[in-house]
Nanobody, 133 residues
């Protein structure tokens, strides 16, 4: 079965940068979607970026496209999220998740990204926490 393990969280000062890694194992299909999400205390979970490792195609939420970069390595088995110009508003727990397909669309004028299909078909990592001060 699919397993995702995030790493790279921690504490950083305002204006700093961080890079998360998501190590993927157990994927049977060649085409799958990996998405990065975050959730801050008391706030809804927010999709940030998605990637199809099979062809490297990426999409970003409006909230992430200016400062975040999703990329891959190791034949698509490691997915990164590079974040720059961090502010305290970026403090949250960050998750990578997988599904057969990504989702994207405009809601209330804001471009959002995530995973397609039933939530029961999605696989989530354990999360990694970021504190920006």
């Amino acid at each position: 079965h699919v397993q995702l393990v995030e790493s790279g969280g921690g504490s950083v000062q305002t204006g700093g940068s961080l890079r998360f890694s998501c190590e993927i194992s157990g994927v049977a299909s060649e085409k799958y979607c990996i998405a990065w999400f975050r959730q801050a205390p008391g706030k809804e979970r927010e999709g940030l970026a998605t990637i199809y490792p099979v062809d490297g195609s990426t999409r970003y939420a409006d909230s992430a496209k200016s400062r975040f970069t999703i990329s891959q390595d190791n034949g698509g088995r490691t997915i990164y999220l590079q974040m720059t110009a961090l502010t305290p508003e970026d403090s949250a727990t960050y998750y990578c998740a997988s599904a057969a397909a990504c989702s994207a669309g405009r809601y209330g004028g804001i471009w959002k990204v995530g995973l397609a299909g039933a939530e029961s078909s999605h696989t989530w990592g354990q999360g990694t926490q970021v504190t920006v001060s």
